[in-house]
């Protein structure tokens, strides 16, 4: 019986029109009823979360997020903090300089959810509009070196980034977490963080057993995640090492993949 479900949203959850299905929905409020824990698990702020907790009742005191792919875990309801990590403006610095010779852009969220950008561009932009929250324009090298940042992004379009990714020093490899978390997106977190690090301390609070939870996922940030459950879902639409570390692949984002393995495996319709 799994106890914990935790869930991607874009390109997961999330149909191609950013939308939960009346299936999936319908799907999730079963499972929440069978007294099983959902709970997002996004490389979203809060912020960009709130929208589909609201739709989907997750909102009290039990009911938990994960953001920030695994950099922040908190209860919804009174905001507790359950884990949470950042990084420093010091690490913004060394990275903008390294973006700046990839020829890619480079944007950062403060640990106040705020979307700060070294020099505009449309893929902050993007970013932007996902979350729906502003952007300002701040010269990085004046960050002070000690201000917390939550995550930094190198963004740009999917051709520019395959070339940034290629040719990224290898040393910013082991003094962070680097994951791909959408074609014109590589995040930059904590050493400590990322979405299985995040599950794992929920399911520890909550006295969950790794083979008790189901992670559900379609992109390079959810492998951590899908390394760590019980049982690992990748979607149809996912990258061949995503769906490489699926013990099910489930139907696309667009024909209800989430609601199909949920149905089959913890409801077992």
Known sequence: MY?????????????????????TYNTIQDAKSAGIKIVLASGRPLEGLRPYLDYLGLTGDDDFVISYNGSLVQRVGNGEVIHQTSLRGSDAKILQKVATQLDVFIHAFSTKGDLITHQHNQWTDIESLLNGIPVSETDFQQIEDNDPLIKIMMVAGETALDNAIANLPAALRLDYTVVRSAPYFLEFLHLESNKGVGVAHLADILGIAAEQVMCIGDAENDHHMLKFAGLSVAMENG?????????YIAPNNDQDGV?????KHALQK
């Open 3 to 23: 106890k914990l479900i935790a869930i991607d949203m874009d390109g997961t959850l999330l149909n191609n029109a950013k939308q939960i299905s009346l299936r």
């Open 239 to 247: 990258s061949p090492e995503t769906k490489a570390l699926a013990d």
């Open 259 to 263: 609601a199909v393995a949920i149905e």
